[in-house]
């Protein structure tokens, strides 16, 4: 069993940028794809984006091309989200997950772990 843990959270100014950090722990046999989605006061969970577990590949979420980035430092199981300028209507709970492949942490076919989320709050 694998559990996730968020960090890098907290409330900045619009336009400013913000580094999101999540780390694999646990009985890890196998590489696994990690990913973020976010979840804003009122609104469904949308999926951010996910980096597979080996090969690379990358999926981001409608809109968020451009502006998100995610990277991943296997050697340390963790997975960065890097968040360019800033908008209010970025503010949600950013949560992290672990789970089988790109294509199922995207349709939650398949998610391991959730992490317990980490609010971000954007001001204008």
């Known amino acids: 069993q694998v559990q996730v843990s968020e960090s890098g959270g907290g409330l900045v100014q619009a336009g400013e940028s913000l580094r999101l950090s999540c780390t694999l722990s646990?009985?890890?046999?196998?590489?696994?794809?990690m990913g973020w989605f976010r979840q804003a006061r009122g609104k469904e969970r949308e999926f951010v984006a996910a980096?597979?577990?080996?090969?690379?590949?990358?999926a981001y979420g409608d809109g968020e091309k451009g502006r998100f980035t995610i990277t991943r430092d296997t050697t340390q199981n963790t997975v960065y989200l890097q968040i360019d300028s800033l908008e209010p209507e970025d503010t949600a709970v950013y949560f992290c997950?672990?789970?089988?492949?790109?294509?199922?942490?995207?349709?939650?076919?398949?998610?391991?772990?959730w992490g317990q989320g980490i609010r971000v709050t954007v001001s204008s």
């Open positions: 997950v672990a789970g089988q492949n790109v294509d199922m942490v995207r349709s939650r076919t398949r998610i391991d772990a």
């Open positions: 980096i597979a577990g080996v090969g690379g590949e990358i």
């Open positions: 646990g009985l890890i046999f196998r590489p696994y794809c």
